[in-house]
């Protein structure tokens, strides 16, 4: 008898057949009872690429970093480890919906197997544990009555005819086309224009110009490409997380805003094709 309370037990907890069918139907997850699926995908047009540029806050190296101090804090380097150059990160990619036509067929001949097969385990473990079972254990009672309920339910659900499926959904396309910078971006720090070279760099002057504009920020800090500009978004956070890497002798200036982000990005759309054409060497 504790055998059969134990696996009356371990059903219990992954709820019945009945119970579970419910709950597809709750959760709207009653996809899971499909059989025979067929799908067919249709691009749909408006095909748009965009670029997301991102600069990170954090200095990072060559060596993974030694040591880590508080999460408000910048990780820091261990022996021998270098800096790796300051470079901003692109990746572009090229965003499309897709029409999805699914067809299938719900509660076939398998799904009457099933349910004639849960039917009667459920039905033979119900009556068991009521019938023979220890009536002064509350454990044998309240799993005996769950599954001669869900039993009853079970026997329910095989008297459901067949359901013919058809669905026409959207999806989300989203193509990676490349991951180096391309001709013409630039970032603007506060009215003056730097060109991004395809490995993220700025060059020296650029550089110079964004860790004075992180230090005392004027104007905006945005990022442009084929007359297209997006702001990149630099708050407390991120002027703090920028001058605790790259001026750990002024961290008492800057105060303790909880875990600081290691980068910072702008998502520039622009026409299908501007990123597609990557210029021959």
Request: some cysteine.
């Amino acid at each position: 008898m504790r055998t059969l309370i134990a696996i009356a037990t371990v059903l219990a907890t992954t709820t019945g057949c009945f119970t579970t069918w419910t709950l597809t139907q709750v959760t709207g997850t009653e996809r899971a009872w499909d059989e025979k699926v067929q799908e067919a995908s249709v691009p749909l047009p408006g095909v748009e690429e965009r670029l997301v540029v991102t600069i990170p806050l954090a200095i990072e190296y060559e060596a993974p970093p030694a040591t880590t101090t508080s999460s408000t804090t910048t990780m820091t380097a261990g022996p021998g480890a270098t800096p790796r150059p300051f470079e901003l990160a692109c990746r572009a990619e090229q965003r499309a919906r897709d029409v999805v036509y699914r067809s299938a067929f719900r509660y076939g001949s398998r799904w009457k197997k099933s349910t004639a097969l849960m039917f009667l385990a459920e039905a033979a473990i119900g009556a068991t544990l009521l019938l023979a079972g220890d009536r002064e254990d509350p454990r044998e009672v309240l799993a005996g009555g769950f599954f001669a309920v869900d039993a009853l339910g079970t026997a329910a659900l095989f008297f459901i005819p067949r359901k013919e499926i058809y669905r026409k959904d959207e999806k989300p396309v989203i193509t990676p086309l490349r991951t180096d910078c391309p001709d013409g971006l630039v970032l603007e720090i506060g009215g003056d224009s730097f060109a991004v070279n395809a490995a993220g760099r700025l060059g020296e002057l650029g550089e110079t110009a964004l860790d004075q504009w992180m230090a005392a920020p004027t104007g905006s800090l945005q990022v442009s490409l084929d007359g297209r500009s997006m702001l990149l978004v630099i708050g407390a956070n991120e002027q703090c997380a920028w001058n605790r890497a790259h001026h750990p002798e002024q961290v008492q200036a800057c105060g303790a805003y909880g875990v600081l982000p290691r980068a910072t990005s702008a998502s520039i759309a622009v026409p299908a094709g501007t990123l597609t054409t990557v210029a021959a060497d």
